[in-house]
């Protein structure tokens, strides 16, 4: 008797399951008193086991390095006990800011994949226009950039009503500007 061979996921689809396990994960603030857009998870790239997740905390810790990004990599170093994460990708809802895409280059990911852009995000708060990709080009360090991925399905965490009045709070006259564009 055959065996019925199972097919694979491609990386495309592994890259989009991870991709809205991370969306679903980060929308969950959109129901809670301090929403964010912003959240990112460590999965192992040899098996697709999730090591750690977590989401933006800059207003909540008073701490403008407390990215989402830089926060996942910090707790999954902490829980590794090693400043290395060779052989995990690190999935994101938006495109790493320059800080975040150079604590992914020290931590040694083997992958960054992302959903929304900086341009995406841009359009409602205030970013570094550096690509993760430009900063991975200036760096000596492998690392490979994808995406967006699941684009459209990211940036709904941005464009939220809750989190729409959050970043109003945020920088009142971007909120101020955005709406006079129409």
């Known amino acids: 008797m055959a065996s019925k061979s199972i097919a694979q996921p491609t990386p495309q689809q592994v890259d989009e399951r991870h991709m809205a396990d991370i969306v679903r994960f980060t929308a969950r603030t959109m129901e809670t008193a301090t929403p964010v857009p912003f959240g990112c998870s460590i999965i192992e790239t040899a098996t697709g086991k999730r090591l750690m997740r977590a989401i933006n905390a800059v207003r909540k810790e008073n701490d403008p390095s407390s990215h989402a990004e830089v926060r996942t990599v910090r707790l999954a170093c902490k829980k590794l006990k090693t400043p290395s994460l060779k052989g995990y990708t690190m999935y994101t809802t938006c495109e790493p800011c320059p800080m975040c895409m150079a604590n992914a280059l020290w931590a040694g990911l ?41 684009r459209e399905e990211a940036y709904k965490l941005f464009t939220h009503p809750n989190m729409l009045a959050v970043f109003a709070t945020w920088n009142p006259k971007k909120s101020e500007l955005e709406s006079a564009k129409g």
């Open 110 to 150: 083997d992958r960054v994949v992302y959903g929304a852009t900086i341009e995406d995000a841009n359009r409602h708060c205030k970013q570094i226009h550096i690509s993760a990709e430009e900063v991975n080009r200036r760096s000596d360090m492998p690392l490979v950039v994808t995406g967006p991925v699941l």
